[in-house]
């Protein structure tokens, strides 16, 4: 088998802070092979968006990284300086969350598609023109040619959007990366976006990462899917695994967060107890352990180790969901009418 | 844009109108011109008596055998001193519309001529001084805010709050005396002989003037500049690979000039009779000295005539500013 196309391995970043070193990203894996589109999902501060930033280097001066990210047989912390140059933007690039904020404000479309063509591929600026109403044509711009010489604010939230797309392939890059593309537009927009960016990676044999907190946007779209959580990654599965056979409780209750079409209407929808974790010098356990169902003594003394199938379906978990060892656990607790963290929990919560 | 213009034309009207209302009646009210126009003589309340019939006038001066009364009398009708203050003004509002700025009551020249021959020489002092502003502060902002929080980026701090806590004349006198008299490196003076002369004796007066709005801009371009890096804009140029130089040139300079070039209108306006200071020290004979001089001798057509002059580059400079405010940022065009 060959090499994967990218690899990362026990990626830490911390950002120190007056009020403590907060620990972003904790000794996450994973890889990802050529042309496959992988799924990171989490809700806020549980590091995805951090580790998108590691990969493009975008993270401030005062992050500290440590780990192994290797591209394409390049580590990407140490890409010679001449190289670096055409690195970035070239074979790797991403597409922010709001299309409103990543287009210039005050530059023309255009040049905003050109400026990349023209530095990394030293096209002059008629053929940079020419490429980029091209560019503009392939993700769905009606009138590219007019649109060209647009500012930004003359254009909708989904053309915005489509022209950042255009401006990140601009240079045939062979890993996209969409850090949460479609939050910021309205929902019926949302989904001709997710098409149009999944219809271009296959065209274009490229891999891709979405980032997202919505496991609705991740289904039917990602090979894999990757769930994060307080800087860890809690579980990776074939993204059609994951939905039926779910293992970390944290996965299982986000799947309980969104409607389902096979479920009755009017099912309850189920919020997760609690808040996010702390990452300012979190203590030594499962950093989902306040909020799980599950938990028991042996979460709080040791941080799970990441186990199950290697490059199948892996999860971070001592009392896996759907598994007895989870089933135990469940019923011990609710039998108790708490968990070991104090949570109160009831049986058929859930279900009306 | 014809009705842009329109507003402003409008705009400039009104100011002008308020503001030499105000020099007017200020002026009026604070002294009399009739005492430096024909000396120390007698009292001018007493020859308003006179002139009511209560006392005769009696009063003669050493050299002259007219009665007091008498020159003062025709000195005010000569001026038009005899008339209520409200009728002077428009009087004097409908000689300026004629383009007559009326004469000095000291030198008896028109004021049109003096201003023509002061207000160049303030004019080249506050341009120089601004070019130098700019040509200092924008670099120097851009690697400040591209470096914040390192050696290069604390060591402009620190200089810019030194700039910015010294006044001017202060400077001036340090620089005046280090550059000038010690040394011998630039003139200590201004010097008229020719455009090459004009420029080289304002290198120095321009460069304390320019220093000190330098540190200003720094300062707030600057502040500006990290709040623009912080702009998903500036992390999608990275994530497309461009240098560190584009993006602050290219992407994030121009959106984060709006506070330079705000206080840049208004330092040109208040330089354009404000440098008196400087014009002072350097012995500049710029419009600033003039209407010090012209003030403090009531000479009111010199001061009515600069505030018209003064107010009207303040508009006029504002509109160009409001100008370049759409030529930065095309939203503003729109609306």
Known sequence: MPDPQLTVEDLYVRFPTSRGTVEAVNGVNFTLEKGQMLGIVGESGSGKSVTAKTLMNLLPRTAEVDGNIIFEGDDVRAVAKERRKHFWGVKMTMVFQDPMTSLNPVKRCGEQITETLRYHLGDDKATAKKKAIDLLEQVGVPEPSKRVDQYPHELSGGLRQRVVIAMALACEPSLLIADEPTTAVDVTVQKRLLDLLDGLRRDRGMSMILITHDLGVARGRCDDVAVMYGGRLVERAPTETLFADS?????????????????????????????????????????????????????????????????????????????????????????????????????????? | MARFIARRVVQLILVLLSVTFIAFGALNFLGDPLVNIVGPLAAIDYCDEVEAGLREDSYTSINNSRGDCEIIGEAKADFGLDKPVIQRY????????????????????????????????????????????????????????????????????????????????????????????????????????????????????????????A?????????????????????????????????????????????????????????????????????????????????????????????????????????????????????????
């Open chain 2, 215 to 335: 540190a200003t801009y720094q300062r707030l371009l600057r502040t500006d500049l990290l709040t623009t890096l912080q702009e998903d804009f500036v992390h999608m140029a990275r994530a497309k690979g461009m240098t560190d130089r584009h993006i602050m040139t290219r992407h994030a300079l121009r959106p984060s000039l709006f506070s330079l070039i705000t206080v840049f209108g208004v330092s040109t306006g208040a330089l354009i009779g404000g440098s008196l200071v400087i014009e002072g020290i350097f012995s500049i004979p710029g419009i600033g000295s003039e209407i010090v001089t012209a003030v403090v001798r009531d000479d009111f057509p010199v001061v009515l005539g600069s505030v018209v002059v003064i107010a009207t580059g303040f508009v006029v400079i504002n509109f160009f500013v409001d100008l370049l405010y759409t030529w930065l940022d095309p939203r503003v065009r729109a609306s």
């Open chain 1, 247 to 352: 293992r970390h409780p944290y996965t299982e209750a986000l799947l309980r967060t969104i409607p389902r079409i096979d479920q009755p209407s009017h099912t309850r929808l189920e919020p997760i107890a609690g808040r996010p974790p702390e990452l300012i010098d979190p203590a030594e356990e499962c950093a989902f352990a306040p909020r799980c169902r599950y938990a028991q003594p042996d979460c709080l003394g040791t941080i799970p180790p990441v186990g199950g199938v290697r490059g199948q379906h892996e999860f971070a978990c001592f009392h896996p969901a759907n598994t007895d060892r989870g089933r135990q656990a469940l019923d011990a607790n609710l039998a108790a009418g708490q968990t070991v963290t104090g949570l109160q929990i009831q049986a058929n919560a859930g279900v009306n």
């Open chain 2, 90 to 213: 428009f009087t004097w509002l409908g000689n300026i519309i004629t383009g007559d700025l009326g004469t000095s009551f000291q030198t008896q020249l028109p004021v049109s001529e003096i201003i023509a021959q002061k207000l160049p020489k303030s004019l080249m002092l506050m341009v120089m001084a601004q070019i130098i502003a700019l040509a200092v502060a924008i670099p120097i902002g851009v690697y400040s805010a591209y470096r914040a929080g390192r050696a290069v980026d604390r060591a402009t701090s620190v200089a810019s709050f030194g700039l910015l806590s010294i006044p001017n004349f202060a400077l001036g006198v340090i620089v005046l005396q280090f550059f000038a008299l010690r040394n011998q490196w630039l003139p200590a003076s201004f010097d008229d002989t020719s455009i090459g002369t004009r420029i080289h004796s304002l290198i120095l007066p321009a460069t304390v003037l320019g220093l000190g709005i």
